[in-house]
Nanobody, 132 residues
Framework: QLQLVESGGGLVQPGGSLRLSCAAS????????IGWFRQAPGKEREGVSC????????NYADSVKGRFTISRDNAKNTVWLQMNSLKPEDTAVYYC?????????????????????????WGQGTQVTVSS
């Protein structure tokens, strides 16, 4: 059983912050590229931020660059997404996902955030709502 479980979503005012967590069970994340994705109602799923297996490379969507930070601790088998200066347009269901690294870290991160290639495990998602 391979599973990713997201937590930390909720309701926050514009300008506020949330920290999302993604915990893996049934496998270890050491050799997986990890990504955070989001999907708003009526919209396509988009890549938000991705990180290489050993944290050496990260990628951010232009819309969140400078506001969001992705991090991981393989010893804890956990990935986080720190979201600051939240905007109403950030409202969406946020998903974490894992893909086995089969290419160089930089290429793997770029491909994952562009939603290219195979995703091995998806989480169920956590709702983030930004509203006053």
């Amino acid at each position: 059983q391979l599973q990713l479980v997201e937590s930390g979503g909720g309701l926050v005012q514009p300008g506020g912050s949330l920290r999302l967590s993604c915990a893996a069970s049934g496998f270890t994340l050491d050799y997986y590229t990890i990504g955070w994705f989001r999907q708003a109602p009526g919209k396509e799923r988009e890549g938000v931020s991705c990180i290489s297996s050993s944290s050496g490379t990260t990628n951010y969507a232009d819309s969140v660059k400078g506001r969001f930070t992705i991090s991981r601790d393989n010893a804890k088998n956990t990935v986080w997404l720190q979201m600051n200066s939240l905007k109403p347009e950030d409202t969406a269901v946020y998903y974490c996902a894992a893909a086995r690294r089969i290419s160089l870290p930089g290429a793997a991160v770029q491909s994952m955030c562009a939603m290219r290639g195979k995703i091995d495990v998806w989480g169920q998602g956590t709702q983030v709502t930004v509203s006053s």
